[in-house]
């Protein structure tokens, strides 16, 4: 019991504000939070410019309409990513 105990008061005793280690020392995130840096900004220059151009052409009226580039443009990165992760055999 007063192993335990003492495990315990190490292990906070390494931590920070109270926080404990293993929250500190994570593993990298795996699965959906991971980022595909290199496809994302191939993807997002060509689609803030659409988006800008659609602003700036599209009728006052329809200037709403720009927003959904947004849209297109995570569709288009997660069928990439999954595309790219079913290749390789991670899903």
Do not use: C
């Amino acid at each position: 019991m007063l192993s335990v105990m003492a495990s315990n008061k190490v292990k906070m005793a390494k931590s920070v504000a109270n926080i404990p280690v293993s929250m500190i020392y994570r593993k990298k995130p795996t699965g959906v939070l991971r980022m595909h840096w290199k496809q994302y900004f191939m993807l997002l220059i060509p689609f803030v410019v659409l988006g800008l151009a659609l602003i700036y052409f599209l009728p006052r009226s329809q200037n709403h309409n720009a927003i959904i580039t947004a849209l297109i443009f995570w569709i288009i990165y997660y069928g990439w990513v999954y595309m790219e992760d079913k290749r390789k055999g991670n899903r």
